[in-house]
């Protein structure tokens, strides 16, 4: 007997409820509202599909989820210690003498420090390997790959043992994808494995940075929720490289507003894949303060860019100074953002087009003038400072 067809929506934030039959019994249902959307749990999902997502008619997903232990979030939020990060933490890529790396914090991503049975370098190899200063102090960045994050998971008791004793600086816990595309199940495991992953790891010793995401409205506001009710929980992780399809920015800022809405109260934040100006000043004008975390200026220097994005083409200086001049126009610019984003009378940023206002402070840096003309994109008018793509 054929079903009723039920509604088909695209997916956004709204989370609009509709009951599907493969609801009844499923152990995320009182978490998940029944939340259905074009992309969520079909009631006869193609057999390829079940190979890589979770849905409660795969063979295997109550080993899974017991394996998981729960869908709720942790009911500690355990104290996360004030690391004082700086507006802006470049990433660096081990392989490469990195001895020019002057800025007083670096970052590494943990695919660079995980081995195959789930325990990682030491610190003091890594320090010693990019031949770092003593005096610098290293971040440990726990949001990669998919396949990394899945070793980390199968090895959790052991990474977070190994992490406990490797003597990074700061450490951001992992923070499993929650992929637009994936069915409504897979995306609520892979949130409660973040959670998961902070809570095994403050167990452990480790006073680790959470990594939170989600996609439905509910999602971010159970994420909000959990924030309030733990104010211990100083310093909160997001990362917002996702995909590069038109609106999904928007869609980011939208999500990033509920979830600051649904805090009651102040955090810092932590930004990991926003490079481009004018993303940065989105991303501020929402969160006020934060630290930026990629890896554009380290990039930058390796390559022989010219320091100023805007500038472009190859640059005669070498590694140190592209780095130098790179990194304090960067964290200039974070820090002219977060300055004058909440004045009380004023909002600068806005709008795009706004956003040379706060560039304009640190331009003067530069020994190089700004070149290029004006662009159209969706309808809104980019700058010359603005158009120069910062991400690697």
Not at 314 to 343: K, Y
Not at 360 to 371: D, K, N
């Amino acid at each position: 007997m054929r079903s009723t067809p039920r509604p088909i929506t695209q997916p956004d934030l709204n989370g609009w409820l509709f009951k599907s039959e493969v609801c009844n019994g499923c152990a995320a249902a009182s978490v998940c509202g029944s939340q259905h959307s074009s992309l969520a749990c079909p009631d006869d999902p193609p057999p390829a599909t079940l190979r890589f997502q979770l849905h409660p008619r795969r063979r295997n997903v109550d080993r899974i989820i017991a394996d998981l232990r729960t869908f709720d979030f942790p009911k500690r939020g355990h104290v996360v210690e004030d690391q004082r990060l700086p507006p802006y933490v470049p990433v660096v890529r081990p392989g490469n003498h990195a001895a020019w790396c002057v800025s007083d914090w670096v970052a590494v991503q943990l695919n660079n420090v995980l081995r195959r049975d789930g325990t990682i370098r030491s610190a003091n190899s890594i320090r010693h390997s990019l031949r770092l200063n003593p005096s610098q102090r290293i971040l440990l960045n726990c949001h990669v790959a998919d396949h990394h994050l899945f070793t980390v998971w199968k090895y959790r008791a052991r990474f977070a043992r190994s992490i406990a004793s490797s003597g990074f600086d700061c450490i951001l816990a992992p923070g499993y994808s929650v992929w637009a595309t994936h069915y409504r199940l897979d995306q609520l495991v892979a949130l409660s494995r973040s959670f998961e992953m902070f809570r095994l790891m403050h167990e452990s010793g480790i006073s680790a940075i959470p990594h939170v995401s989600g996609f439905t409205r509910d999602d971010w506001s159970r994420v909000g929720n959990w924030l309030s009710e733990h104010p211990e929980v100083g310093t909160v992780c997001v990362d917002l490289q996702r995909s590069r399809q038109d609106g999904a920015w928007a869609e980011e800022m939208a999500a990033l507003r509920l979830l600051v809405a649904s805090t009651a109260r102040s955090v810092k934040w932590v930004v990991c894949g926003v490079a481009r100006p004018e993303r940065l000043a989105d991303v501020s004008e929402i969160l006020g303060k934060f630290t930026a975390v990629n890896c554009d200026v380290y990039m930058r220097a390796v390559k022989g860019r010219n320091p100023w994005p805007a500038i472009g083409g190859r640059s005669s200086l070498p590694r140190q100074a592209i780095f130098e001049q790179s990194l304090h126009e960067v964290s200039g610019l974070v820090q002219n953002l977060t300055n004058v984003v909440f004045g009380p009378d004023d909002r600068v940023l806005a709008r795009h087009r706004s956003v040379p206002k706060a560039i304009r402070g640190i331009r003067s840096l530069s020994a190089e003038p700004a070149i290029g003309r004006e662009t159209r994109r969706a309808g809104r008018t980019e700058l010359p400072l603005v158009r120069a793509n910062l991400a690697t």
